[in-house]
């Protein structure tokens, strides 16, 4: 089974900056769209951010000009920067692989870090 691995949460004023970076093993990293998505207490996990095998992008409004995501298929490897955090940031970030060819559907996430924002 593969298990993505995010680091870089942490606790962060408003205004500061954090990255996130996610390690994707055992998989044909260059094949699949990565995403962030992230859940606050009591409401749905959201995708926050996403890029496709091509290194287009995608962003939910709230953060767009804000955060920036990347990938580097020879370290199997996406980031999610994060600048100018709001206290409406905080949440737990997910890191998601998903490849879906005709003949299957392979979709991965990681155990998840915590952003928090606040003074």
């Known amino acids: 089974q593969v298990q993505l691995v995010e680091s870089g949460g942490g606790l962060v004023q408003p205004g500061g900056s954090l990255r996130l970076s996610c390690v994707a093993p055992?998989?044909?990293?260059?094949?699949?769209?990565m995403g962030w998505y992230r859940q606050a207490p009591g409401k749905q996990r959201e995708l926050v951010a996403a890029?496709?095998?091509?290194?287009?992008?995608n962003y939910a409004d709230s953060v767009k000009g804000r955060f920036t995501i990347s990938r580097d298929n020879a370290k199997n490897t996406v980031y999610l920067q994060m600048n100018s955090l709001k206290p409406g940031d905080t949440a737990v970030y997910y890191c998601?692989?998903?490849?879906?060819?005709?003949?299957?559907?392979?979709?991965?996430w990681g155990q998840g870090t915590q952003v928090t924002v606040s003074s």
């Open positions: 998601n692989a998903k490849y879906r060819p005709v003949y299957g559907n392979y979709d991965y």
């Open positions: 055992g998989i044909i990293f260059s094949f699949y769209t």
């Open positions: 890029i496709t095998p091509g290194a287009s992008t």
